[in-house]
């Protein structure tokens, strides 16, 4: 997107397209920002050093591509919470508890022999998911609470990674050395400053785009006939997001479905 103009049910959006850089421009007569939301890239626990750290979504990799590797492993360690609840980004990034539970129960069901421990400060499983959680415990898979100013440290030796945590519940500290270490990243915004000024819309501290009223008009933006839905508004789980989607598509059809609009001066 190179510019954008208009107002209200007669916007005019200046795209460039393909490889060939097309110059296009779309007449529409509202806009919904679906731009999503990226997984943090851990600075933390020597992810990028080591092969044997990786984020949940590059585990979401393996388990689709990789099943015989999954096979070959004794003992996973996943970390909750990185890159979220703390000074940097303070909030909960509300899909990785779920994640973490969903992917570990894959492993399971693919290596039931295996050993899964899941190091937390504290399980976010909404509603029904809370199943999940369940079902995780029913199967084995272990969950040790860390304290937040207590958070486990990962170091390498001889190729071998070894993480180092205080269970909360022994109040003892505890040395693991698993084949793989899975470090359930959070939800960071993408590059949304350049589209919210071309959009002049605002963003929030976080870089996510801002609602208009949190509980009046949840998926309208400041400006006329810009809707927001996902997670480039924040944080959110499929089924609220296909919620925020109806809504933000159904404020857009009363407005592009009636046949002239009234708009102030300008
Ligand atoms: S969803 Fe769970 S792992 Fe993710 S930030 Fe919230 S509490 Fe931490």
Not at 61 to 77: A, M, P, Q, Y
Not at 127 to 134: H, I, N, P, Q, T
Not at 228 to 255: K, N, V, Y
Request: net charge negative.
């Amino acid at each position: 997107m190179t510019d954008f103009s208009g107002t209200k049910g007669d916007f005019k959006t200046a795209l460039t397209v393909g490889p060939a850089m097309y110059h296009r421009e779309v007449n529409h007569g509202a806009l919904i920002i679906a731009t999503g939301a990226l997984e943090y890239k851990p600075k933390e626990y020597l992810y990028g050093e080591s092969d044997a750290v990786k984020t949940q979504v590059e585990l979401e990799d393996i388990l689709s591509r990789e099943e015989s590797r999954i096979k070959g492993w004794k003992n996973v360690v996943m970390i909750q919470c990185v890159g979220s609840r703390n000074q940097e980004n303070p909030n909960c990034s509300r899909v990785c508890c779920q994640q973490a539970i969903k992917n570990a129960i894959a492993i399971k069901e693919i290596n039931p022999d295996i050993n899964i421990f899941i190091l937390y400060r504290d399980i976010r499983t909404y509603g029904f998911l809370e199943d999940f959680y369940r079902k995780a415990r029913e199967m084995g898979i272990h969950f040790l609470r860390y304290r937040e100013d207590e958070e486990p440290t990962v170091e390498q030796e001889e190729g071998k990674i070894q993480i180092t945590f205080k269970d909360l519940t022994l109040g003892r500290e505890i040395k693991m050395s698993p084949d793989q270490l899975i470090l359930s990243a959070g939800v960071v915004a993408g590059d949304t400053q350049e589209l919210a000024s071309i959009l002049k819309v605002p963003l929030t501290s976080e870089r996510f785009f801002l609602e208009a009223h949190v509980k009046l008009r949840p998926v309208d933006t400041q400006s006329d006939g810009i809707f927001i839905c996902g997670m480039a508004h924040s944080p959110r789980l499929i089924d609220e997001t296909i919620s925020q989607a109806l809504a933000a598509s159904s404020r857009a059809c009363t407005l592009i479905s009636q046949d002239a609009i009234e708009v102030g001066g300008v």
